[in-house]
């Protein structure tokens, strides 16, 4: 046989035993190890040709009877011998010098000490060999364990979260022989030098001596739950590592399943850190939306738009026209649209959504049954500066959507909104709120009439990656050599990804009765200038600022632009949301009738379109948008609320 061939069947061997059938080999061979420690003393002082009496006899038999409790007490079979550190010298050291003492101890006691029993060098030349052989025994099985040829390939690797995900894809890396797992990490205390199958758990602290005794090549993040600012500062504290982290992506199916695929395990990414764990949608409420169905996407083009063209295409729609005022954005969409022209017809429709006999057209011809208005113009800084296109496109252009659907007996209309739509401080977040206003509005009258239609909207945050968002900008500035932009130090943002946002609405869509305006699970908002810090930590740099003037990329503060604020939100009263079905979906209880003095403010806004200046159409805008929302089911009805800004801006 081949020291190859032994090796592996080793390491078969090895992997095939129980841990007690192990601890209990380590016994045995201690007891061989020590009997043989004690009988070489006696040669090595007496003479290679000495013959052992019945007392001498005795005390090399005594001799593991004594030490093994003494290795039990001390943890010595505890440890897992593959991961076994240096450390360990120590310890072994202690308990061969204790048990040594016990022995001599035992001796002299009997009447056996000195002469013929036991000589006074005796038990300094037991507990030497004791002490080589027992740790010599232990590293050579280290050795052996991790330089068997089934694992010299693969890499050397720690899982960094040691619950239920964790172990599971430790078990499925090493069943499809993708890496070597010589480790867990976990901030749990209580699982520090723990072994899970056969695996140690270290703390967190214990970290770069691990890497570096144990030859770590790679880390890998597997912790779901965590909350963002937590992965993101474990991932910041790994990248100061020499190893390559990769982490288990949140939308991974194999934590909900326990079956992992290695090759979806990805390179660190900062969106996966932002990304939360997943809960799997529910299928049969997408495709009651979806499938067999006729469907119209305004901003089609868009992060959001283009998303949900994609879900779309995947869950068999008997049509869908997708419409945006973008050439080159509906033309990129389009050709990702893996099932379009083959599964079902798709038609492109460049136009705007103010364009009413453009609207009505699409809509009356193609008999549309569900609509996902996502065309707005989502910038707050910029349609700060286009107040009027801004008004017209996100105001008139829903409104024009809206009432087109509804007189065309669409049955389901989906409004994308934002958090910025609560307690508006930008013409953005205002006009966003008018929107929800308006498909209220719709939505009442729908009820009314009894036609049967759902007009709902859905509040949520910032998802992850999408156009013009902080992420993508901080990546730019950090490959530029920096500065790194803040607006403020304290301003915080919630942020989802685009695919869990986007299949969160389509199943509001499905939960909606009509009227209601749907609200994301958004977590924990995350602080903009921690994401910062930590961003410039994974690329491997380090923040320059006044604690540490020789850094590489400074974070400049540059101030809240007009409109912007330090935190949104996503609901007027913590108090004032329902649950739903769906865990990750809430419903906002309808505490106003603002609704009901919505054909005024639009009145007022049209002719301010044409006779007033930006600045007055601004203040119109937020102040009518304020009012409406004090309108509280209290008795007072926003329709005969005197509306002094109105008459203001109309000239009357």
Known sequence: MTSIDFLKRLERTANRMSRREKQLLQVLLDVVILMGAAACAYLLRLGFGHQFNLNQITMIVVAPVIAIPVFVRLGLYRAVLRYLPERALLTIFRAVVLATLVWTAVAFFTGSYGG???????????????????????FTAKWLLLHAPAKRNLRRTLIYGAGKTGTQLARALADAEEANVLGFVDDDREMHGRDIGGIRVYSPKQLEGVVTNLGIEEIILSIPAASSSTKLKIAAQLSR???????????????????????????????????????????????????????LITGAGGSIGSQLARLVDANGPREVILVDSSEYALFEVSRTLTNAGQCYPVHRQLGSVVNERFVR????????DVVFHAAAYKHVHLVEQNVREGIRNNIFGTEVVARVAFESGVDKFVFISTDKAVNPTSVMGATKRMGELIVRRYADEAEEKGTGQDFLAVRFGNVIGSSGSVIPLFTRQIEAGGPVTVTDRHVTRYFMAISEAVELIVQSAALSRGGETFLLDMGEPISIYELARDMIALSGRRVRDEANPDGDIEIEIIGLR???????????????????????????????????????????????????????????????????????????????????????????
């Open 116 to 138: 013929d029993g036991v000589p006074r060098t005796i038990p300094f030349l037991y507990g030497m060999l004791a002490f080589v052989t027992v740790s010599l025994s232990r």
């Open 241 to 295: 590592l020499p190893v390559t982290v990769r982490a288990l992506p949140y939308r991974s199916s194999g934590t909900n399943t326990g079956r992992f695929d290695a090759s979806s395990l990805e390179k660190l990414d900062i969106s996966e850190l932002i990304g939360r764990s997943m809960i799997p949608p529910d299928q049969s409420l997408i495709e009651s939306v979806i499938r067999g169905r006729r469907i």
């Open 562 to 652: 007009p409109g912007e604020k330090l935190h949104e939100e996503l609901w007027y009263d913590t108090g004032s949301t329902i649950p739903t079905r769906h865990p990750k979906i809430m419903m906002a209880k309808r505490l106003t009738n603002a609704h009901l003095g919505i054909d005024d403010i639009l009145s007022g806004l049209r002719k301010g379109l044409e006779e007033k200046d930006e600045t007055e159409l601004r203040s119109f805008l937020l102040e009518e948008t304020a009012r409406l929302n004090r309108a509280h089911l209290d008795g007072r009805d926003s329709r005969v609320i005197p509306l002094a800004s109105a008459a203001k801006l109309s000239g009357r």
């Open 361 to 368: 057209r699409l809509m009356e011809q193609n008999r549309i």
